[in-house]
C-alpha cells in the first residue's frame, strides 16, 4: 500500500493556483450534497466531476494510494453480508462505499494541489467570523498546521519500524510465541517516538518564543476563486436537478 499521503504533486495546473480555502468549500460544499442526497445519478456526476478536476490538475496515476487486496477483500465481504438483505441491502451499502471513497478522492485532490503550509492559514481565515465569538479559531489553526507537518514524520517512523521488525532473527519457538502479536509492538514504540518528538518539537517551539505567524506569505481568494465556487455550486445544482428528474 502507498503511504505516499499529504504530499502535493509539483506540477502548474489552475487547480494548483487557487486558494486553499476554496478547494475545502468545495470539498465541504460535495460532502454536504453527498450526505444528504447520497443518490447514484449524484454520485455519478459529482465522480465524472472528480475525475474532470483531477485530469485538469494533471495528476498522474502513480500519485493514487495502491490500497492491499485485504481492504477490497473487506469490501467485497460486506457485500456478501448484506446479501441476506436482499438487493435493496446490497445496493444501499454500495452507495455507502462509494460515498466514502468519493470523500476520500476529494480530500485527496485538495492534498495532491495545496502546499499543506497554506491549509492551517486557510482555516484561519475562514473561520475569521468565530473570533467574534471568542473562539480559539488561531490556536486551532496552529494545531491543524502542526498536525500536518508531523504526520508524514509519522508515516515515516512507522515505516522505519517495520521494517526494523522484519529484520529481527527469529532463531527460537519461544521468540516465535512472543512475537504473536506484532501490532501492539509496532503501536508502542510509535507512541514512544511521538511522545519524543512532540517533546522536542514543543522545546523549539519554546525557544523561538511561540508560534509566530501561521505563513509569511498570506494568501487570499481572487477571481479565479470565485469561478471555481460557482462551477462547483453549478455541478451540485446540476446533480440535484438529474436526481430529480429520473
Known amino acids: ?3 505516499v499521503l499529504l504530499r502535493e504533486v509539483p506540477v502548474d495546473s489552475v487547480v494548483h493556483r487557487l486558494w486553499a480555502g476554496t478547494k475545502m468549500i468545495a470539498a465541504f460544499t460535495i ?9 447514484w445519478p449524484v454520485l455519478g456526476v459529482i465522480i465524472a466531476f472528480l475525475i474532470a478536476i483531477a485530469v485538469l490538475a494533471r495528476i498522474p496515476l502513480g500519485a493514487l494510494p495502491r490500497l492491499p487486496l485485504w481492504f477490497w477483500g473487506l469490501i467485497v465481504l460486506g457485500a456478501l453480508v448484506n446479501i441476506p438483505n436482499g438487493t435493496r441491502g446490497v445496493l444501499v451499502y454500495a452507495q455507502v462505499v462509494v460515498f466514502g471513497l468519493v470523500l476520500v478522492a476529494a480530500s485527496l485532490l485538495i492534498a495532491f494541489t495545496t502546499p499543506m503550509g497554506e491549509v492551517a492559514p486557510a482555516l484561519a481565515k ?3 467570523p468565530l473570533r467574534k465569538l471568542r473562539l480559539p479559531v488561531d490556536e486551532w489553526a496552529v494545531v491543524v498546521a502542526l498536525t500536518l507537518r508531523g504526520l ?3 508515516l515515516d517512523e512507522i515505516r522505519v519500524l517495520r521494517a526494523a521488525r522484519k529484520l529481527r532473527p527469529k532463531e527460537s519457538l519461544l521468540h516465535r510465541a512472543s512475537d ?3 501490532l501492539i509492538d509496532i503501536l508502542t514504540a510509535c507512541m514512544a ?6 517533546g522536542e518539537l514543543a522545546e523549539a517551539i519554546t525557544a523561538r518564543g511561540g508560534t509566530g505567524m501561521l ?7 481572487t477571481r479565479r476563486d470565485a469561478v471555481a465556487l460557482v462551477i462547483v455550486f453549478a455541478v451540485c445544482a446540476g446533480a440535484l436537478g438529474l436526481n430529480a428528474a429520473l
Not at 460532502?31 to 443518490?39: E, H, I, V
Not at 517516538?193 to 512532540?198: E, G, L, M, P
Not at 505563513?215 to 481568494?221: G, I, R
Open 180 to 182: 504473536a502479536n506484532p
Open 193 to 198: 517516538v511521538s511522545s519524543r518528538r512532540a
Open 152 to 154: 508524514p514524520l509519522l
Open 31 to 39: 460532502s454536504l450534497l453527498l450526505m444528504f442526497w447520497p443518490a
Open 1 to 3: 500500500m502507498s503511504t
Open 126 to 128: 475562514l473561520g475569521a
Open 215 to 221: 505563513t509569511a506569505h498570506p494568501s487570499a481568494p
